[in-house]
Protein backbone atom coordinates (compact mmCIF):
# COMPACT_ATOMS: atom_id res chain seq x y z
CA UNK A 1 0.00 0.00 0.00
CA UNK A 2 1.49 3.13 -0.93
CA UNK A 3 -0.02 5.60 1.38
CA UNK A 4 0.70 2.92 4.37
CA UNK A 5 4.66 2.56 2.76
CA UNK A 6 4.54 6.59 2.52
CA UNK A 7 3.34 7.79 6.52
CA UNK A 8 5.56 4.50 7.58
CA UNK A 9 8.87 6.10 6.12
CA UNK A 10 7.91 9.26 6.48
CA UNK A 11 7.84 9.27 10.12
CA UNK A 12 11.70 8.37 10.47
CA UNK A 13 12.36 11.56 7.99
CA UNK A 14 10.47 13.41 10.24
CA UNK A 15 11.85 12.34 13.42
CA UNK A 16 16.00 12.80 11.35
CA UNK A 17 14.52 16.46 10.60
CA UNK A 18 13.51 17.29 14.47
CA UNK A 19 16.69 16.36 15.60
CA UNK A 20 19.07 17.42 12.43
CA UNK A 21 18.17 20.98 12.39
CA UNK A 22 18.78 21.88 15.87
CA UNK A 23 22.09 20.59 15.67
CA UNK A 24 22.99 22.04 12.29
CA UNK A 25 21.70 25.51 13.83
CA UNK A 26 23.93 24.45 17.15
CA UNK A 27 26.89 24.08 15.11
CA UNK A 28 26.72 27.08 13.38
CA UNK A 29 26.82 28.87 16.43
CA UNK A 30 29.72 27.39 17.94
CA UNK A 31 31.43 27.44 14.70
CA UNK A 32 30.83 31.42 14.86
CA UNK A 33 31.97 31.26 17.88
CA UNK A 34 34.99 29.00 18.50
CA UNK A 35 35.98 28.22 15.10
CA UNK A 36 36.67 24.78 14.52
CA UNK A 37 37.15 23.74 17.76
CA UNK A 38 33.63 24.36 18.94
CA UNK A 39 32.61 21.81 15.93
CA UNK A 40 35.11 19.99 17.60
CA UNK A 41 33.81 19.94 21.12
CA UNK A 42 30.09 19.51 20.14
CA UNK A 43 31.05 16.19 17.72
CA UNK A 44 32.50 14.65 20.74
CA UNK A 45 29.38 13.70 22.58
CA UNK A 46 27.77 13.08 19.04
CA UNK A 47 30.13 10.08 18.24
CA UNK A 48 29.84 9.08 21.93
CA UNK A 49 26.34 8.71 21.24
CA UNK A 50 26.44 6.87 17.77
CA UNK A 51 29.40 4.56 19.43
CA UNK A 52 26.54 3.66 22.20
CA UNK A 53 23.52 2.91 19.54
CA UNK A 54 26.19 0.93 17.37
CA UNK A 55 26.95 -1.17 20.59
CA UNK A 56 22.91 -1.68 21.22
CA UNK A 57 22.69 -2.52 17.67
CA UNK A 58 25.07 -5.37 18.02
CA UNK A 59 23.60 -6.55 21.35
CA UNK A 60 20.42 -6.85 19.85
CA UNK A 61 21.84 -8.77 17.12
CA UNK A 62 23.41 -11.03 18.58
CA UNK A 63 20.36 -11.59 21.37
CA UNK A 64 18.20 -12.81 18.20
CA UNK A 65 20.85 -14.92 17.07
CA UNK A 66 21.10 -16.49 20.17
CA UNK A 67 17.22 -17.21 20.18
CA UNK A 68 17.27 -18.57 16.56
CA UNK A 69 20.08 -20.98 17.15
CA UNK A 70 17.93 -22.06 20.46
CA UNK A 71 15.04 -22.66 18.44
CA UNK A 72 16.79 -24.44 15.95
CA UNK A 73 18.42 -26.40 18.90
CA UNK A 74 15.28 -27.30 20.07
CA UNK A 75 13.62 -28.10 16.31
CA UNK A 76 16.40 -30.22 15.46
CA UNK A 77 14.98 -32.73 18.44
CA UNK A 78 11.63 -32.61 16.43
CA UNK A 79 12.19 -33.88 13.24
CA UNK A 80 9.00 -33.56 12.15
CA UNK A 81 8.85 -29.75 12.58
CA UNK A 82 12.24 -27.95 12.54
CA UNK A 83 12.28 -24.88 10.59
CA UNK A 84 8.98 -24.72 12.09
CA UNK A 85 9.38 -21.52 13.86
CA UNK A 86 11.27 -19.37 11.03
CA UNK A 87 7.81 -20.62 8.96
CA UNK A 88 5.59 -19.53 11.34
CA UNK A 89 7.46 -15.84 12.12
CA UNK A 90 7.16 -15.56 7.76
CA UNK A 91 3.42 -15.89 7.71
CA UNK A 92 3.04 -13.18 11.23
CA UNK A 93 5.67 -11.21 9.86
CA UNK A 94 2.61 -11.03 6.62
CA UNK A 95 -0.41 -10.93 9.27
CA UNK A 96 1.08 -8.03 11.36
CA UNK A 97 2.45 -5.58 8.15
CA UNK A 98 -1.36 -6.50 6.93
CA UNK A 99 -3.09 -5.24 9.65
CA UNK A 100 -0.72 -1.68 9.91
CA UNK A 101 1.28 -2.90 12.72
CA UNK A 102 4.24 -0.43 13.81
CA UNK A 103 7.88 -2.16 13.14
CA UNK A 104 8.46 -1.88 16.82
CA UNK A 105 5.83 -4.42 17.06
CA UNK A 106 6.24 -6.52 14.52
CA UNK A 107 10.00 -7.30 15.28
CA UNK A 108 8.36 -8.07 19.46
CA UNK A 109 5.99 -10.27 17.14
CA UNK A 110 8.41 -12.23 15.35
CA UNK A 111 10.55 -13.06 18.19
CA UNK A 112 7.55 -14.76 20.36
CA UNK A 113 6.93 -16.75 16.77
CA UNK A 114 10.47 -17.61 16.95
CA UNK A 115 10.29 -18.98 20.80
CA UNK A 116 6.49 -19.99 20.73
CA UNK A 117 7.58 -23.40 21.08
CA UNK A 118 10.77 -23.36 23.15
CA UNK A 119 8.46 -25.47 25.91
CA UNK A 120 9.04 -28.59 23.81
CA UNK A 121 12.31 -28.61 25.15
CA UNK A 122 10.76 -30.13 28.09
CA UNK A 123 9.17 -33.00 26.12
CA UNK A 124 10.41 -36.22 26.05
CA UNK A 125 12.02 -36.99 22.64
CA UNK A 126 9.88 -40.61 22.73
CA UNK A 127 6.88 -38.64 22.67
CA UNK A 128 8.16 -35.71 20.24
CA UNK A 129 9.53 -38.26 17.52
CA UNK A 130 7.01 -40.72 18.03
CA UNK A 131 6.31 -42.17 14.39
CA UNK A 132 2.38 -42.43 14.76
CA UNK A 133 -0.28 -41.00 16.46
CA UNK A 134 -0.31 -40.18 20.19
CA UNK A 135 -2.08 -41.87 23.03
CA UNK A 136 -4.49 -39.69 25.27
CA UNK A 137 -1.81 -39.38 28.17
CA UNK A 138 1.14 -38.49 25.60
CA UNK A 139 -0.95 -35.86 24.17
CA UNK A 140 -1.52 -34.32 27.32
CA UNK A 141 2.01 -33.90 27.69
CA UNK A 142 2.75 -32.53 24.11
CA UNK A 143 -0.25 -30.09 25.90
CA UNK A 144 2.60 -28.94 28.54
CA UNK A 145 4.62 -26.93 26.08
CA UNK A 146 3.01 -23.98 25.86
CA UNK A 147 3.39 -23.66 30.12
CA UNK A 148 6.52 -24.89 30.02
CA UNK A 149 7.79 -22.15 27.92
CA UNK A 150 6.32 -19.77 29.63
CA UNK A 151 7.70 -20.56 33.13
CA UNK A 152 11.35 -20.93 31.04
CA UNK A 153 11.08 -16.54 29.79
CA UNK A 154 8.93 -15.18 32.39
CA UNK A 155 12.46 -14.69 34.33
CA UNK A 156 14.24 -12.99 31.01
CA UNK A 157 14.51 -9.32 30.80
CA UNK A 158 13.28 -7.77 27.46
CA UNK A 159 10.80 -10.97 27.27
CA UNK A 160 8.27 -9.21 29.42
CA UNK A 161 6.03 -8.41 26.63
CA UNK A 162 5.89 -12.00 24.31
CA UNK A 163 5.15 -14.76 27.24
CA UNK A 164 1.68 -14.19 26.83
CA UNK A 165 2.03 -14.98 23.48
CA UNK A 166 4.31 -18.30 24.45
CA UNK A 167 1.87 -19.48 27.22
CA UNK A 168 -1.50 -18.86 25.18
CA UNK A 169 -0.79 -19.43 21.26
CA UNK A 170 -2.70 -22.82 21.48
CA UNK A 171 -5.75 -20.73 22.99
CA UNK A 172 -8.86 -20.85 20.76
CA UNK A 173 -11.18 -17.88 20.02
CA UNK A 174 -13.85 -19.82 21.33
CA UNK A 175 -12.15 -20.79 24.88
CA UNK A 176 -11.51 -24.67 23.76
CA UNK A 177 -7.90 -24.62 23.15
CA UNK A 178 -5.05 -25.13 25.73
CA UNK A 179 -3.36 -24.69 28.61
CA UNK A 180 -5.80 -22.35 30.42
CA UNK A 181 -8.98 -22.37 28.24
CA UNK A 182 -9.53 -18.70 28.10
CA UNK A 183 -11.42 -17.19 25.06
CA UNK A 184 -11.38 -14.22 22.78
CA UNK A 185 -12.73 -11.84 25.30
CA UNK A 186 -9.43 -12.91 27.98
CA UNK A 187 -6.78 -12.96 25.24
CA UNK A 188 -4.65 -10.00 23.67
CA UNK A 189 -5.33 -10.11 20.05
CA UNK A 190 -1.84 -10.54 19.04
CA UNK A 191 -2.30 -14.40 20.09
CA UNK A 192 -4.37 -14.59 17.43
CA UNK A 193 -1.90 -13.50 14.94
CA UNK A 194 0.85 -16.36 16.15
CA UNK A 195 -2.26 -19.00 16.71
CA UNK A 196 -3.25 -18.91 12.95
CA UNK A 197 0.45 -18.67 11.69
CA UNK A 198 1.29 -21.31 13.85
CA UNK A 199 -1.50 -23.79 12.44
CA UNK A 200 -1.06 -22.55 9.03
CA UNK A 201 3.05 -24.56 9.28
CA UNK A 202 1.32 -27.50 10.94
CA UNK A 203 -1.39 -28.20 7.99
CA UNK A 204 1.53 -27.42 5.17
CA UNK A 205 4.00 -29.92 7.32
CA UNK A 206 3.63 -33.73 7.16
CA UNK A 207 2.86 -35.34 10.29
CA UNK A 208 3.16 -39.47 10.98
CA UNK A 209 -0.75 -39.25 11.22
CA UNK A 210 -1.33 -37.79 8.34
CA UNK A 211 0.14 -35.81 4.98
CA UNK A 212 0.43 -31.86 4.83
CA UNK A 213 -2.47 -30.50 3.04
CA UNK A 214 -2.48 -28.26 -0.44
CA UNK A 215 -3.08 -24.91 -0.04
CA UNK A 216 -7.09 -25.40 -0.94
CA UNK A 217 -7.21 -27.60 1.92
CA UNK A 218 -6.11 -24.81 4.16
CA UNK A 219 -8.05 -22.51 3.30
CA UNK A 220 -10.75 -24.37 3.74
CA UNK A 221 -9.81 -25.45 7.22
CA UNK A 222 -9.35 -21.83 7.84
CA UNK A 223 -12.78 -20.75 6.74
CA UNK A 224 -14.31 -23.52 8.51
CA UNK A 225 -12.78 -22.74 12.00
CA UNK A 226 -13.13 -18.77 11.58
CA UNK A 227 -15.06 -17.20 14.51
CA UNK A 228 -14.40 -20.62 16.34
CA UNK A 229 -10.92 -21.70 16.48
CA UNK A 230 -9.37 -18.80 14.76
CA UNK A 231 -10.18 -14.93 15.06
CA UNK A 232 -12.20 -13.92 12.54
CA UNK A 233 -10.65 -10.74 11.98
CA UNK A 234 -7.12 -12.50 11.77
CA UNK A 235 -8.88 -14.69 9.29
CA UNK A 236 -9.57 -11.97 6.87
CA UNK A 237 -6.24 -10.30 7.41
CA UNK A 238 -4.82 -13.45 6.24
CA UNK A 239 -7.10 -13.90 2.70
CA UNK A 240 -5.93 -10.24 2.09
CA UNK A 241 -2.40 -10.36 2.56
CA UNK A 242 -2.53 -13.55 0.28
CA UNK A 243 -4.24 -12.15 -2.54
CA UNK A 244 -2.17 -9.18 -2.68
CA UNK A 245 0.95 -11.43 -2.92
CA UNK A 246 -0.61 -13.55 -5.81
CA UNK A 247 -1.81 -10.30 -7.55
Known sequence: NIIFTFFSNIKLVLINFIIMVPFGIMLAMMYRAFGY??????FFP?????????LYIDSKTQFIQTVDALMRAVEARDKYTEGHSQRVAVVVDMLARELKYSESRIEQLNMASLLHDVGKIGIDD?????????????????????????????????????????RHHHERY????????????N???????????????????D???R?????DEIETEINTNSGTQFHPEVVQAYFRAKAKKNS
Open 37 to 42: LGVLFL
Open 174 to 185: DGLGYPDGKDKD
Open 211 to 215: RALSQ
Open 126 to 166: NILNKPGRLTEEEYNTIKRHPEIGYNILKDVKNLENIIDLV
Open 187 to 205: LGFDVFIIQLADAIDAMAT
Open 207 to 209: RPY
Open 46 to 54: IVLVRFTFS
